[in-house]
Every structure is written in structure tokens, then in C-alpha cells.
């Protein structure tokens, strides 16, 4: 079947002249890719493009352009990335949690963190000084604390150097922040953390 496609600048459409009528699964084809048939002119006209156009009226397969495969999240050797958070409970007369999100990672085994605030979902009381609390796990990248026991600069992030005690060595990830107290990684969403303090 002779044709011939024509761009219609006017409105930035196509539109195909055939030489007879033609057959009907090449109808069914233009019909398929939304182009309609036009009484006056005795075309039919759309907006597909004019491989596929082509294609889909010799009957072969449109030729389909891969998507670009989305770049890889970099993780390092503990399979941590960047925007994970990181918990350290500490206190001698009272319970502290504070929370570190990763900003970059540094190597294979360091990891650059600032401290944040979660968001609390709900806290009930546990007495008149200490609650539980269910904070949400986000790894949307927060803004840094105003302060900070344990990072100097907030602004930047400190690095820290990851460790593992698990048996594979890898899993269940850690970095000390004084001679006192570690920070452990938190996985989910949520975590339910108690703290209580002293007027």
C-alpha cells in the first residue's frame, strides 16, 4: 500500500495519505495510535511520531527506546547511605536519645553525620517526668539541630568511622561519639524511644 506522511506544521500533528483505502488492521493500527480520519481532506492525521507511525502501519514492531536505568544508590561496605539515621541513648540521672543523619558517606567505612530532630508522632506519659515517645524514621534529609553534644560542626557534619560487632561483620552498624556512648542505625520508620528528665 503506497502512502505518504506529511507534517502539518499548524498544529504539529502528522497526516497520512494512502493510496486507495487501506486495510483494515492498518486502520485498526492508526486507530490504535489515536489517529483519526479527516472527511474533508482525505487524510488521517495525529500526533504520534513518524517511526512509529511507520512501524505500526507495515505492521512492525515500534522500536522502543530503553529507559535510562536510574542511578544506583551508593551504600558502603555496611550497606549504610546517605540520609540514615543513626540513635545514641546516653544519661547518668536521666535518659537522652539523640539522633545523627548521615550527609555523605566518606570511603568504605566513614560515614559524615550531623545531629537532627525526628518528628514526634505521639508520646504518652510514663510519670511526671519521663515519657514514651514514637518518633518517624525520615530519610528526607533534615534540617541540622541547632546544637549538638557530640558535633562540632553542624553545619558540615563530623565524620565518623563505622564498626561492626555482628559475626558477618558488616550488619548492625555503629560509630562511637565519646568515651560514653555509641550510635547505633536505626531501621523502619518509626521507633518507640523512653526519656525522662529532671526539673
Not at 25 to 42: D, P, S
Not at 64 to 80: L, Q, S, T, W
Not at 110 to 124: F, H, I, K
Request: aromatic share 12%.
Amino acid at each position: 500500500m503506497t502512502y505518504t506522511i506529511t507534517p502539518n506544521p499548524t498544529f504539529n500533528s502528522l497526516e497520512i495519505a494512502f493510496e486507495g483505502k487501506p486495510a483494515a488492521e492498518i486502520r485498526e493500527a492508526l486507530k490504535a495510535l489515536r489517529f483519526r480520519w479527516h472527511n474533508l481532506k482525505k487524510v488521517w492525521y495525529g500526533y504520534a511520531d513518524e517511526a512509529t507511525v511507520r512501524a505500526a502501519i507495515e505492521g512492525k514492531p515500534a522500536e522502543v527506546k530503553a529507559e535510562p536505568k536510574a542511578k544506583a544508590e551508593a551504600v558502603n561496605k555496611y550497606g549504610v547511605k546517605v540520609g540514615d539515621i543513626f540513635r545514641a541513648t546516653w544519661g547518668y540521672e536521666q535518659t537522652n536519645n539523640d539522633f545523627f543523619q548521615v550527609i555523605a558517606l566518606v570511603g568504605e567505612s566513614s560515614v559524615r553525620v550531623r545531629e537532627v530532630y525526628l518528628n514526634c508522632l505521639e508520646s504518652t506519659a510514663v510519670s511526671s517526668m519521663s515519657e514514651d515517645r514514637v518518633l518517624e524514621v525520615s530519610r528526607e534529609i533534615l534540617p541540622a539541630a541547632p546544637s549538638s553534644v557530640f558535633i562540632k560542626d553542624q553545619e558540615k557534619g563530623d565524620v565518623k568511622r563505622l564498626k561492626s560487632y555482628a559475626s558477618d561483620g558488616k550488619s548492625n552498624p555503629q560509630f562511637k561519639l565519646s568515651s560514653f556512648c555509641d550510635a547505633y542505625y536505626v531501621g523502619g520508620d518509626k521507633i518507640t524511644v523512653y526519656e525522662s528528665w529532671y526539673a
